[in-house]
């Protein structure tokens, strides 16, 4: 029951982001604020869609910590769902992503179309001064970045190591790191088509102002308010 559910998920998400990616192709000439106002749309339609389907609900904590100027997210990674749900919760915002995934039909399209920073993990040292100056620029445009420090995903209740890419960004644009802790891997674990009823709980911490400290000094206490939050969710 619960694949024939996730089967229904899948197949109305696709339609959706079909129409919505052909629609923003039509429109590239376009601002980026309004390909993001219409891709955008399909994050919302997924997490109604999420509710109709297979009764999976989304709780906020700490939705008041967000800052209002563009902002550096620094969250963990756990599943597919986190770049769907914080486009529903954090304002306009791009993504340091992997290559592998602008090479996805319709998905990956639709993601080229709203000027996310690709990286080859192959290449480290060129990916980090990749993210460090594409992150700025996009910070310095109004748009907040989300990173992911683990790199790759991890299951429910396993947390990676944590790079320095992200609050290397916030360093060099004096903007603020908003830690979060999310526990989707729980209800739609990594590399799973079938996913699980149940309440998905996201945390927002305080924000972090990356002045007098250095980048392994607030990457580690970013990572340890995740461990705490990951002993509570």
């Given at each position: 029951?619960?694949?024939?559910?996730?089967?229904?998920?899948?197949?109305?998400?696709?339609?959706?982001?079909?129409?919505?990616?052909?629609?923003?192709?039509?429109?590239?000439?376009?601002?980026?604020?309004?390909?993001?106002?219409?891709?955008?749309?399909?994050?919302?339609?997924?997490?109604?869609?999420?509710?109709?389907?297979?009764?999976?609900k989304?709780?906020?904590?700490?939705?008041?910590?967000?800052?209002?100027?563009?902002?550096?997210?620094?969250?963990?990674?756990?599943?597919?769902?986190e770049?769907?749900?914080?486009?529903?919760?954090?304002?306009?915002?791009?993504?340091?992503?992997?290559?592998?995934?602008?090479?996805?039909?319709?998905?990956?399209w639709?993601?080229?179309?709203?000027?996310?920073?690709?990286?080859?993990?192959?290449?480290?040292?060129?990916?980090i001064?990749?993210?460090?100056?594409?992150?700025?620029?996009?910070i310095?445009?109004?748009?907040?970045?989300?990173?992911?420090?683990?790199?790759?995903?991890?299951?429910?209740?396993?947390?990676?190591?944590?790079?320095?890419?992200?609050?290397?960004?916030?360093?060099?644009?004096?903007?603020?790191?908003?830690?979060?802790?999310?526990?989707?891997?729980?209800?739609?674990?990594?590399?799973?088509?079938?996913?699980?009823?149940?309440?998905?709980?996201?945390?927002?911490?305080?924000?972090?102002?990356?002045?007098?400290?250095?980048?392994?000094?607030?990457?580690?206490?970013?990572?340890?308010?995740t461990?705490?939050?990951q002993?509570?969710?």
């Amino acid at each position: 029951m619960l694949f024939l559910r996730s089967l229904l998920y899948f197949l109305g998400s696709t339609f959706v982001l079909s129409f919505l990616v052909t629609l923003a192709l039509i429109l590239f000439f376009l601002p980026v604020k309004y390909r993001y106002a219409i891709l955008s749309k399909w994050s919302l339609f997924c997490m109604w869609w999420l509710k109709i389907t297979l009764n999976i609900k989304l709780r906020v904590i700490g939705q008041e910590n967000i800052p209002n100027t563009p902002s550096v997210v620094v969250s963990n990674h756990q599943s597919t769902w986190e770049t769907i749900a914080f486009q529903t919760v954090f304002p306009h915002q791009t993504w340091v992503l992997k290559q592998e995934l602008q090479w996805i039909p319709i998905f990956g399209w639709g993601l080229a179309l709203l000027k996310p920073i690709i990286i080859n993990r192959g290449e480290k040292l060129k990916a980090i001064k990749k993210v460090i100056k594409q992150g700025s620029a996009r910070i310095k445009e109004g748009i907040f970045v989300v990173v992911f420090p683990e790199g790759t995903r991890q299951p429910y209740k396993q947390l990676g190591e944590y790079q320095n890419g992200g609050v290397a960004i916030a360093k060099k644009t004096h903007c603020d790191i908003v830690p979060v802790y999310h526990n989707a891997g729980k209800i739609w674990p990594k590399g799973s088509f079938v996913k699980q009823p149940g309440i998905i709980t996201l945390v927002i911490g305080k924000p972090i102002q990356p002045i007098g400290k250095n980048a392994t000094e607030l990457t580690k206490a970013v990572r340890d308010w995740t461990v705490e939050m990951q002993k509570k969710y």
